[in-house]
């Protein structure tokens, strides 16, 4: 078949731009998987997007800039930026950060 309809569809019907989003990815990756924070070409909001299908993310402050020589700024939740950093380097840490900031609960525990 030369064109198939499911490649027009979405992944997920979650908006990747959210909280929400982000936790549901979250949860089908491996727990003691670690990231670095610092790089902004590989922390987890930057893995996070190339697993959305965007090409050659680089990751700022609630945004990142994403394509090729037409690069494109795209914002995200900013909190997702608080799940990372609460996350100590770990999925599992960031995962449950995320949780808490769902729940409504603000402070951490670093």
Known sequence: MLFNPNW???KSEINP???EGFIAWLEKQPRD???NYFSGT?????QYYKAQGYRLVIV???GFSHGGIFRKRTRYDDVMDDAAVYGRGTIGG???AAKSIMK???????
């Open 17 to 19: 731009h959210t909280l």
């Open 8 to 10: 027009k569809k979405p």
């Open 104 to 110: 409504g609960e603000t402070e951490y525990a670093l």
């Open 60 to 62: 700022g402050r609630a």
């Open 94 to 96: 960031a995962l449950d």
């Open 33 to 35: 998987r670690t990231y």
């Open 42 to 46: 590989d922390c987890l909001i930057a």
